[in-house]
C-alpha cells in the first residue's frame, strides 16, 4: 500500500514539515519539505517557559503546514517535538494550545526515544553489513548518542548538549571569549564522560554515523562533498580536520561563519559550540572519523510508521 505521508518535526531550531511517498518496504521518497527556523528554544523566559510570541508563531506554522499537506494529498500528519517543548515547564500548556488552535496533536519524544528512532533510520541507510554501528546526532536542545548491531539499539542516550543550548548558556560574545570556549569545552568532556561507561561498553563500533545539520555543516567545512553533489555521496569528517577548524571558528565572528562552505546564517551562531561537543565526543570514544548519514529522526519516524503498515 502506497500512501503520501507528512511528518510535522518541531525541533528547538526548526519547524519542519517533510512530505514523503513511501510504502512498507521501500525507502520514503521526499515530495514536499515546508520549514522555518523558529527556534523556540530562543524565546525561553527566565523561568524556563516558551513565550506567547513563539507559541503564536508556531500555531501559525503548523497551520500554513495543515494546508501545505492537504494540498499536495497527504494522507496522515505525524507531528512530533522534542527538547524544546519537552523541557519547556509551560510544555503542556503548549501542547494544549496548539490542538486547540490547528487541530493537529504534537507528540512529544523522550531523548532516548530520539535515539532509538535516529538510530533506526541510519541503521536502514547503511543495512546490515555495517556491523555495529555508533550514531551522534547533535541538535539544538540535546546530543543523542545510540550504538547496535540491530534495528533497535543496545544503549541510547540523551544529554542536554545540543549546540543551540550551549551556544545560548556559555558563548554569548560574538566571537566568544576565549576563557568561556575554555569553560565550555572542560564543561563537554566532563558531561560526556559521565556517560561514557555504557556506550564503550555495548562494543566497538564497525561504523560510526553522525546525523544532524550540525556534523553536515561541519563536514562541508571541512571539504566533504556539497548538498548538490546528492545523497548517495560518501561525506565524512576526520578528527584531526575538526580539530584544525575549531581554533578559526572560535576567532570567527557569526557574520563570518555563516560565510563558509555549507553554513548558514541561522546556525553559524551554534557552529563552534557544536563543533565543540563533536569533537568532544570523537575523542572520548576514541573516533577518528565519522560518516554522515543524510537521513535522522523525521526519517526514523516514517520509517516507524511504515512498519506498521499492511500490504
Given at each position: 500500500?502506497?500512501?503520501?505521508?507528512?511528518?510535522?518535526?518541531?525541533?528547538?531550531?526548526?519547524?519542519?514539515?517533510?512530505?514523503?511517498?513511501?510504502?512498507?518496504?521501500?525507502?520514503?521518497?521526499?515530495?514536499?519539505?515546508?520549514?522555518?527556523?523558529?527556534?523556540?528554544?530562543?524565546?525561553?523566559?527566565?523561568?524556563?517557559?516558551?513565550?506567547?510570541?513563539?507559541?503564536?508563531?508556531?500555531?501559525?506554522?503548523?497551520?500554513?503546514?495543515?494546508v501545505v499537506a492537504e494540498?499536495?494529498?497527504?494522507?496522515?500528519?505525524?507531528?512530533?517535538?522534542?527538547?524544546?517543548?519537552?523541557?519547556?515547564?509551560?510544555?503542556?500548556?503548549?501542547?494544549?494550545?496548539?490542538?486547540?488552535?490547528?487541530?493537529?496533536?504534537?507528540?512529544?519524544?523522550?531523548?532516548?526515544?530520539?535515539?532509538?528512532?535516529?538510530?533506526?533510520?541510519?541503521?536502514?541507510?547503511?543495512?546490515?553489513?555495517?556491523?555495529?554501528?555508533?550514531?551522534?546526532?547533535?541538535?539544538?536542545?540535546?546530543?543523542?548518542?545510540?550504538?547496535?548491531?540491530?534495528?533497535?539499539?543496545?544503549?541510547?542516550?540523551?544529554?542536554?548538549?545540543?549546540?543551540?543550548?550551549?551556544?545560548?548558556?556559555?558563548?554569548?560574545?560574538?566571537?566568544?571569549?576565549?576563557?568561556?570556549?575554555?569553560?565550555?569545552?572542560?564543561?563537554?568532556?566532563?558531561?560526556?564522560?559521565?556517560?561514557?561507561?555504557?556506550?564503550?561498553?555495548?562494543?566497538?563500533?564497525?561504523?560510526?554515523?553522525?546525523?544532524?545539520?550540525t556534523f553536515r555543516h561541519?563536514?562541508?567545512?571541512?571539504?566533504?562533498?556539497?548538498?548538490?553533489?546528492?545523497?548517495?555521496?560518501?561525506?565524512?569528517?576526520?578528527?584531526?580536520?575538526?580539530?584544525?577548524?575549531?581554533?578559526?571558528?572560535?576567532?570567527?565572528?557569526?557574520?563570518?561563519?555563516?560565510?563558509?562552505?555549507?553554513?548558514?546564517?541561522?546556525?553559524?551562531?551554534?557552529?563552534?559550540?557544536?563543533?565543540?561537543?563533536?569533537?568532544?565526543?570523537?575523542?572520548?570514544?576514541?573516533?577518528?572519523?565519522?560518516?554522515?548519514?543524510?537521513?535522522?529522526?523525521?526519517?526514523?519516524?516514517?520509517?516507524?510508521?511504515?512498519?506498521?503498515?499492511?500490504?
Open positions: 500500500m502506497r500512501v503520501r505521508l507528512g511528518v510535522l518535526d518541531v525541533g528547538s531550531n526548526t519547524v519542519h514539515l517533510l512530505v514523503v511517498d513511501a510504502h512498507h518496504g521501500g525507502a520514503p521518497v521526499p515530495a514536499v519539505s515546508h520549514k522555518t527556523e523558529l527556534r523556540l528554544s530562543e524565546h525561553m523566559t527566565k523561568d524556563g517557559r516558551i513565550d506567547d510570541d513563539a507559541i503564536s508563531l508556531l500555531c501559525e506554522f503548523i497551520v500554513r503546514s495543515s494540498d499536495v494529498g497527504v494522507t496522515e500528519i505525524m507531528a512530533f517535538a522534542t527538547s524544546a517543548i519537552r523541557e519547556a515547564r509551560n510544555g503542556e500548556q503548549v501542547l494544549a494550545e496548539v490542538e486547540e488552535r490547528t487541530g493537529i496533536r504534537l507528540h512529544v519524544l523522550s531523548g532516548d526515544d530520539e535515539a532509538r528512532l535516529t538510530f533506526l533510520a541510519v541503521r536502514r541507510w547503511f543495512g546490515w553489513s555495517a556491523g555495529r554501528i555508533l550514531g551522534l546526532d547533535i541538535g539544538g536542545g540535546s546530543l543523542e548518542i545510540a550504538s547496535g548491531i540491530d534495528e533497535d539499539p543496545d544503549v541510547a542516550i540523551s544529554v542536554p548538549l545540543g549546540a543551540g543550548r550551549l551556544t545560548r548558556r556559555f558563548l554569548p560574545g560574538d566571537p566568544p571569549k576565549s576563557g568561556d570556549v575554555k569553560a565550555l569545552r572542560k564543561m563537554i568532556r566532563i558531561e560526556l564522560g559521565d556517560i561514557a561507561g555504557p556506550v564503550t561498553r555495548a562494543g566497538q563500533p564497525e561504523l560510526v554515523v553522525a546525523t544532524s545539520k561541519l563536514a562541508r567545512i571541512a571539504g566533504a562533498a556539497p548538498s548538490s553533489e546528492g545523497l548517495y555521496v560518501s561525506r565524512t569528517l576526520r578528527r584531526d580536520d575538526l580539530r584544525s577548524w575549531i581554533p578559526k571558528l572560535a576567532k570567527m565572528k557569526a557574520a563570518d561563519r555563516a560565510n563558509l562552505p555549507g553554513a548558514s546564517t541561522g546556525r553559524a551562531q551554534q557552529l563552534l559550540a557544536g563543533a565543540l561537543v563533536a569533537e568532544a565526543a570523537m575523542d572520548i570514544f576514541g573516533i577518528d572519523r565519522v560518516t554522515v548519514c543524510p537521513w535522522a529522526l523525521r526519517e526514523g519516524v516514517i520509517l516507524r510508521r511504515l512498519d506498521g503498515l499492511i500490504e
